[in-house]
């Protein structure tokens, strides 16, 4: 028998519901495609403006470690090898390097081409290698940020001599320095293991990055424990009435209020009532924890209720209580849920600014923490202090910091969508 056709009439509105299926799904893989191409975008831009801050400028000078000037002791401790005049040194091994240079505005040019951070090199160098005083060693040190820039094209050659940093004879100076080799873009550690800088070549993200491990980990020892232990008395203990349906609403109701309005809270609430330090992890970490409690506690009873019910029936009937049946049963299968929904909650802590802004998070910090009592700053927050910075260097440092943060957040993210892959469990 052949299918039955139906009316002219029925087969036109059967096509015309055809066809808009058919535009819907194109719809949806058209908004599928542009919102992929502008992440693409996104990240193409910050790679493409953000790789060069990896590398950094690196000048090769032949330095003499003169023993009076750099141990003025002559006992070789630290404290006599901190109280050595290092920039005499460097102008020395300049001077060495450039012996024609003798007009003294020209010898100023000529040391601006270290960083100012280059002295503080050499000291930390001596005090590792004791052995190299009074000796000549090729040393590879920080150049300047212009002339860093000037390395890497950021500054076009081809300008006039008024509107660049780069003077014509330092431009000699440093033609002569790459044509010896003595002048090349190398690997920048000191983004990686240095703190916050006045000067963009020394300034680096591991103040940044450790003040961010320390307050996630306070985040997470605060919101963790009393999301799970809510999730769990709503869904598995609580009478239901209008007192639960009041407490339902009212983290549902949090989870969408703005982060900066916690901010406000923590600020009132830790600095002002309990003086607890500022801009510490501990304070950042106890804000965002009050921030991401209502996703975690939704998080874990959708997976609380994601839990067959006969689970529950199977392990009253052989006798369990109501807590063992929680307990041995019931988290143990949603744990997948709960870790995936801790870790997204998480990954959005990682990449707040404005609730720290709001505890003094916001400041200055050269040193890097020891403590969650130690003042200190996150990546968020260091990404945000060097974008408003005016010195052209930090601009590369500023989308260096974000690849490193997106690193970071897509890390997180695929981490909780392997395990959740891995180990979730379907009924």
């Known amino acids: 028998m052949s299918p039955l056709k139906g009316t002219p009439a029925q087969q036109k509105h059967l096509a015309k519901r055809h ?41 090769q000078l032949t330095i003499p470690f003169e023993k009076p000037l750099l141990d003025p002791d002559g006992n070789l401790s630290q404290d006599s090898l901190g109280r050595g005049d290092y920039r005499a040194v460097l102008k020395n091994a300049l001077n060495h390097a450039f012996p024609e240079v003798n007009n003294r505005n020209d010898k100023l040019k000529l040391n601006k081409l270290l960083s100012d951070g280059a002295p503080s090199q050499l000291q930390t160098l001596l ?8 000796t000549s060693q090729e040393i590879w040190l920080s150049a300047s940020d212009d002339v860093d820039m000037w390395v890497k094209g950021v500054v076009p050659r081809d300008l006039p001599e008024q509107a660049r940093h780069i003077s014509d004879k330092q431009a000699q100076w440093l033609a002569s320095l790459e044509e010896n080799g003595r002048l090349q ?34 985040t997470f020892l605060v919101s963790f424990p009393l999301g799970v232990a809510t999730a769990v008395y709503l869904e598995e203990f609580v009478v ?5 349906d009041f407490v339902e609403v009212n983290i549902n109701n949090l989870a969408a209020v703005p982060s900066i309005v916690f901010g ?63 307990l041995h049963h019931v988290l ?29 998070m916001v400041a200055f910090i050269m040193d890097i923490p020891g403590s ?10 260091q990404i945000f202090l060097w974008a408003d910075s005016p010195e052209r260097a930090f601009l590369e440092k500023t989308a260096g910091a974000t690849l490193v943060l997106l690193i970071f957040l897509i890390t997180m993210n695929a981490l909780a969508v392997y395990i959740r892959n891995r180990v979730e469990r379907r009924w």
Not at 127 to 134: A, F, G, Q, T
Not at 188 to 198: A, E, I
Not at 332 to 360: D, N, Q
């Open 264 to 326: 406000l809270l923590g600020l009132a609430l830790y600095l002002n009532l309990l003086h607890l330090p500022r801009s510490a992890p501990l304070v950042g970490g106890l804000t965002l924890a009050m921030m991401t409690l209502p996703t975690l506690v939704i998080a874990t009873r959708a997976s609380l209720k994601s839990v067959p019910e006969a689970i529950r029936d199977g392990a009253r009937a052989l006798g369990a209580s109501p807590l063992q049946v929680v």
């Open 19 to 59: 066809a808009a299926s058919r535009r819907f799904r194109w719809y949806g893989i058209a908004g599928l495609g542009i919102a992929l191409s502008t992440l693409l975008l996104l990240l193409a831009t910050m790679t493409f403006k953000g790789y060069t801050a990896f590398f950094q400028a690196r000048i």
């Open 332 to 360: 143990p299968l949603a744990a997948p849920g709960m870790l995936t929904g801790t870790i997204i909650s998480m990954a959005r802590a990682l990449g707040e600014t404005a609730p720290l802004l709001m505890i003094g």
């Open 372 to 381: 969650v009592t130690d003042p200190a700053t996150v990546l968020p927050v």
């Open 127 to 134: 005090k590792d290698h004791p052995e190299w005083l009074s």
């Open 185 to 218: 873009l190398r690997f920048n550690s000191p983004f990686f293991l240095n703190g916050d800088s006045r000067n963009p070549e020394m300034a680096g993200i591991l103040g940044a990055i450790k003040g961010s491990v320390l307050t996630l980990l306070i």
């Open 240 to 244: 239901k009435g209008r007192w639960s």
